[in-house]
Structures are given as structure tokens and as C-alpha cells.
């Protein structure tokens, strides 16, 4: 049997800065959370067959009638253009459900207990958790714009443009979570986080600019979708992808869609990073 | 540093959860490298008194220090000295041995290759070497509450919680745990331990404080406690049940009071030191009844804890299945 010994920390060595320290943790936390992604692997569904299966339905089930929506010599192929940057938007902000879940699920087992008797920053469990999600949503954008690919959507802009749009994609994506977060820390329980998330998403992804032309919807709705910051994201995407081809909302360019687009996300940032945190140091 | 030198100081724990008061002014004195146990029931505010030391809870009022430092406004400082282990298990179940362990070493600033010495080392130490590499969650109860001991030991802390570290294992594990505690203070760390097992406490610890209600209603070395109820105790049980009334008037004129009826012919009665026994046996074979049990000891913590409280609390303690606040 090795000998252990219990004396003050004497065997930790020389600390590190102290802001890159907290920057580690979380990495070290995010590396835990993924490898519990990576125990239950239909974690990933919802962002991996998910937006497959939605892209098949809308594109061959609705593509023909909503293709003709879109101006004069609308097409399938047409809708496709429009549907993928929508769902990819839609997919994001259905797949920032699970973490909110995983969440409730997680903080009432003792390991966050665990968390709060170290040493290191509160927030950083909850950010190593959002952290982790960077991955997942990276595939939720690379399986879309790669199905959408194999049915023919093609980017008409550049690399660089493609790029900018994964990254803001990806950026609102771990914005959005924090709701998720926030929900997840206020629910009693897994589903209620699910039941509710689902009632945000829903009529966020619905009533914005991911499906349709805004044009066709009631003055009234209109109005709502034109401040729905997945119309944003929507917009912004389908901006830095087809450039020119883009059906952008009316008074709507590339660049005030991604302006927008990073006023909620540092909006939701700041509303909800708080919330998230007030809720989790005093859920004990 | 002095042999008096406290690792732990409260003084008037208040804490509420709502309408409950957990702590209702709490006072805890432990002192550098002893075993001090906080004995009580369900609901007492064991765990309420740990979580507020090791800077998980806020109190409403009052004041705690770990090792001089202030677990509210040095919290940051007091965590790097503690470890804890909380009533149940607090492993990550989808994460290997060794990941728990050397995670829980990346949070403390060790580098990867430090972290993982260190989780061998302590997985070797709690004879979790060959389970090292399998999932927590396949782990059995005593190896986790083994696991969740060794993460709570990964910072080398000087002032270690454990809090209920045997409820809910069988008697041979809990006898592991204790011999775990007792290696803990060889090596001069300290230890508070909640338990509602008197027999944990009276085993282990070389200080008791008794809460019950959110209050300290004891506190006391576990033989200073036995005394609190008076001295010892002589108790005898007659061979044959008809003789029982002949022995408790023969108890009675030996120790000059009334016998308690125990149950099943057991008779209890006060005494004055062990010096009483040779003449309780002289007695007895003169009066030809012979006796299935003849004892003399302290009183049990259990018996403390009726004189105290004036109700039975383990008995009460072990079948509640509320959560303890």
C-alpha cells in the first residue's frame, strides 16, 4: 500500500495566472460534460438526424407549394435555397433544449456539490456545460449545410462568407442556451424543462422568417416576427451564404441582419447569464 | 501551533429554509487533528451546520471560521483547504475512477500527469485499482461512497467533512470507513463527522456535540457525555423468570435505589464503581439465583440521548426516511 500523505496543498505546484486558471477549469469541466455526451450517444439525435429529417419533410413534402411562394419561377430547388439557412436556425434552437435537461438532471446528483466545495470560479460548472455544447452545435451546423448539399443547396458566396456564417450560427447558439440553462435550473424536473423550452422554441422558430416570406403573414405577426431574433439569425445566414440570391426580409441587408443578430446574443448574454447564475447558487 | 488550536469555530449558526429553522444558533469548536462528531437525528441540522463550514450554504447569522479563515468572505481561501463528502454519493456516475479523480486534480491546479499519480495513488489506497477504469455508475454502493471519499482527499485538505459517511452501508463496510477516518487523523488532519449512529460517534470521535432541533443540546468528550446520565450501571437478568422479584430486592439493597425494569427480566440499577461487582456475586450465590447476564457499564450514547432529549432518537432516526436539511 503507497503511502499518502495529507498535509496542506505543499504537493500542488506553483499556480498559474489566475485568469487563464479559470479558463482551464472550465475546459476541464466541458471535457467532462462531453465525455457524458459521448456515454449516451442518443444525445445526439437531435442534432444529427433531427434537421435530416426535417430537411427531407419540408424540402419534398412542402418544397412544391412553398417553392412557388417565393416570386415568379419558384421551385423545389428554389426552397431548398430558402429552407436550409431556416433550419438550421430552427435545429440550434431545438437542440439547446437537451442542456437545460441534462442540467436539471445533473445538479441534483452531489457531483455539482462537489463543484461548489473547490476552489474555482461558481460560474465556471455552468460554462463548462455551455462550453461542451460548442460541439454539438457544430454538428448541428455541418450536417445541415452538408445534407442540404446532397439535395442540392449550393453556397453562392465565398469560404470566408461560409465561415462567418457557422460562427454566428454557433455563436447564438451558445447564447441561446443560457435560456436553456436558466430553465434547466428553475424546473423541478427533466421534462417540465423540456415542456417549456418547447413552448419558446416553437413559436420563436415558427413565427420568424425560417419557413416563409414574412410578407405573406398578418400585419400583427409581421411586426413580432421583424424583432424575432431567429428572424435575425435567419436573415444573417441566408445573407453570408447565397449573397445576391438571398429572399432577405423586406428592409432587411446582410449586415443589419448580423448587426441585430449580435445585439441578442450579447442581449440574451446579459439576461441570462445572471438569471442562470442567481438560479444556480441558489438552487442547494 | 498549539495542541488547542481550533481548525473549526462557530459561534451562533442561524440558517432558515423558509418556515423551517434548520440552525437555530449553533455553536462547534473542533480541534486540530481530532475526530469531532456532530451526533442527531433526521433533520436535526447536521448537514445544514456541515454545508454552511464548507462554504456551500450562507448563514443568516452567526460566524465560522475553518482553519482562522471566514467561510463566508474567505470562501475562496477555505475551499482550497477542505475536502468534503457529502451524504450521498457525490461522483460523476458516467465518469470512469480515475476521470472523477483526476478531474477533480485539474480543478485543483494539479497538471494532468500530477492528477493522475495522485488518483492512482488513492485509488490503490481505497482498493479501487482494478474497478479504476470502470464507470462509476457499475460501481457498487460502499465503492462509491470509497470514490467520493478519495475525490474528496484528491487537494490533500487539512480540515476534511464527512458527512453521514456510512449511512446506508452494511456493518463490514462501515467498520472500512471507520479504519478509513482513523488513518485520516494519523496523518493530522481533522475530521468533523455527522452521523446518526451513536455507536459511529462513541467509535471515532474524540469530541461529541449533540444537536437536535437545530441547537447543541451536548457537548462533550463521549465518555464526558456517558457521565452527563450518571455513573455506571449495573444490569442482571435472572436465569429464571420467577426469581426475578427476589433479584431486584436484593439489587435494591446493594445500590440503595429502585431497579428500572429493562424488559424481558432485565434489571437495570445505578452503582457506585466497579468495586460493587465481587459483592453482587457473593450475594447472588447466596440467595441461590443464578443469572443469564450480569454487566456493568456506561451508559449508551443512545441512553445519553433519551436523558438529553427525552425521546429516543435512533430508533426514530433510523426508520425516518426524510431528507435531512
Known amino acids: 500500500m503507497t503511502a499518502v500523505t495529507f498535509d496542506s496543498p505543499a504537493g500542488a505546484p506553483a499556480r498559474p495566472q489566475r485568469q487563464f486558471k479559470q479558463l482551464r477549469y472550465a475546459g476541464v469541466l466541458a471535457k467532462r460534460n462531453l465525455i457524458k455526451l459521448t456515454r449516451t450517444p442518443e444525445q445526439f439525435i437531435d442534432v444529427t438526424l433531427q434537421p435530416i429529417i426535417f430537411l427531407v419533410l419540408f424540402y419534398y413534402v412542402l418544397g412544391g407549394a412553398l417553392g412557388g411562394s417565393l416570386g415568379s419561377g419558384g421551385s423545389r430547388h428554389l426552397y431548398l435555397e430558402f429552407l436550409v439557412p431556416g433550419l438550421l436556425a430552427q435545429t440550434i434552437a431545438m437542440s439547446s433544449i437537451s442542456i437545460g435537461q441534462n442540467m436539471n438532471a445533473d445538479i441534483e446528483k452531489g457531483v455539482f456539490d462537489r463543484f461548489r466545495s473547490l476552489p474555482i470560479g461558481r460560474a465556471i460548472p455552468l460554462v463548462g456545460a455551455v462550453l461542451a455544447e460548442f460541439f454539438r452545435y457544430l454538428l448541428v451546423v455541418v450536417i445541415t449545410i452538408g445534407f442540404g448539399y446532397i439535395l442540392g443547396f449550393r453556397v453562392e458566396t465565398n469560404f470566408m462568407s461560409l465561415l462567418a456564417a457557422i460562427g454566428l450560427s454557433i455563436c447564438f447558439a451558445l447564447s441561446f442556451a443560457w435560456i436553456s440553462v436558466w430553465v434547466g435550473l428553475k424546473m423541478r424536473s427533466a421534462g417540465s424543462v423540456q415542456g417549456v423550452m418547447m413552448l419558446l422554441v416553437l413559436p420563436l422558430t415558427f413565427a420568424s422568417s425560417t419557413f416563409v416570406k414574412v410578407s405573406s403573414m398578418p400585419g400583427w405577426l409581421q411586426a413580432f416576427v421583424k424583432v424575432n431574433p431567429i428572424s435575425h439569425v435567419v436573415d444573417a445566414v441566408r445573407g453570408l451564404l447565397l449573397g445576391s440570391h438571398a429572399q432577405l426580409t423586406d428592409g432587411v441587408t446582410t449586415a443589419s441582419a448580423v448587426g441585430w443578430t449580435f445585439v441578442w446574443i450579447a442581449g440574451i448574454l446579459v439576461v441570462f447569464f445572471p438569471l442562470a447564475m442567481r438560479a444556480y447558487v441558489r438552487r442547494t | ?325
Open chain 2, 1 to 325: 501551533m498549539t495542541e488547542t488550536e481550533l481548525s473549526i469555530e462557530a459561534t451562533g449558526l442561524v440558517k432558515s429554509f423558509g418556515e423551517t429553522r434548520a440552525l437555530r444558533g449553533v455553536d462547534l469548536h473542533v480541534r486540530k487533528g481530532t475526530v469531532h462528531a456532530v451526533l442527531g437525528p433526521n433533520g436535526a441540522g447536521k448537514t445544514t451546520a456541515v454545508r454552511i463550514l464548507a462554504t456551500l450554504l450562507r448563514p443568516d447569522g452567526g460566524s465560522a471560521r475553518v482553519n482562522g479563515l471566514d467561510v463566508v468572505s474567505q470562501a475562496g481561501k477555505v475551499r482550497e483547504m477542505i475536502g468534503l463528502t457529502g451524504q450521498f454519493a457525490s461522483v460523476d456516475e458516467d465518469l470512469t475512477g480515475t476521470q472523477n479523480l483526476v478531474m477533480i486534480g485539474q480543478l485543483l491546479d494539479l497538471t494532468k500527469k500530477e492528477a493522475r499519480a495522485r488518483s492512482a495513488e488513492l485509488l490503490e489506497w481505497f482498493d479501487l485499482t482494478e474497478a479504476a477504469g470502470k464507470v462509476a455508475k457499475h460501481y457498487s454502493g460502499g465503492m462509491r461512497r470509497r470514490l467520493d471519499l478519495a475525490a474528496s482527499l484528491v487537494g490533500r485538505p487539512s480540515v476534511i467533512f464527512l458527512d453521514e459517511p456510512t449511512t446506508g452501508l452494511d456493518p463490514a463496510k462501515r467498520e472500512d470507513m471507520w479504519d478509513v477516518v482513523r488513518r485520516l487523523i494519523s496523518d493530522g488532519s481533522t475530521v468533523l463527522l455527522t452521523t446518526q449512529y451513536l455507536e459511529e460517534a462513541d467509535a471515532l470521535a474524540d469530541e461529541i456535540t449533540v444537536i437536535d432541533h437545530g441547537r447543541v443540546i451536548a457537548h462533550d468528550s463521549p465518555n464526558g457525555l456517558k457521565r452527563v446520565v450518571g455513573g455506571q450501571r449495573l444490569t442482571v437478568r435472572a436465569a429464571d423468570p420467577a426469581r426475578e422479584d427476589d433479584l431486584r430486592e436484593l439489587l435494591a439493597q446493594i445500590a440503595g435505589a429502585v431497579p428500572a425494569d429493562e424488559g424481558r427480566g432485565t434489571l437495570t440499577v445505578p452503582v457506585d464503581g466497579e468495586d460493587v461487582l465481587p459483592d453482587v456475586v457473593s450475594r447472588l450465590r447466596a440467595s441461590g439465583i443464578s443469572v443469564e447476564e450480569l454487566s456493568l457499564h456506561l451508559p449508551s450514547l443512545d441512553e445519553v440521548f433519551f436523558t438529553l432529549t427525552g425521546t429516543r432518537s435512533a430508533g426514530d432516526a433510523r426508520t425516518a426516511s426524510e431528507v435531512t436539511v
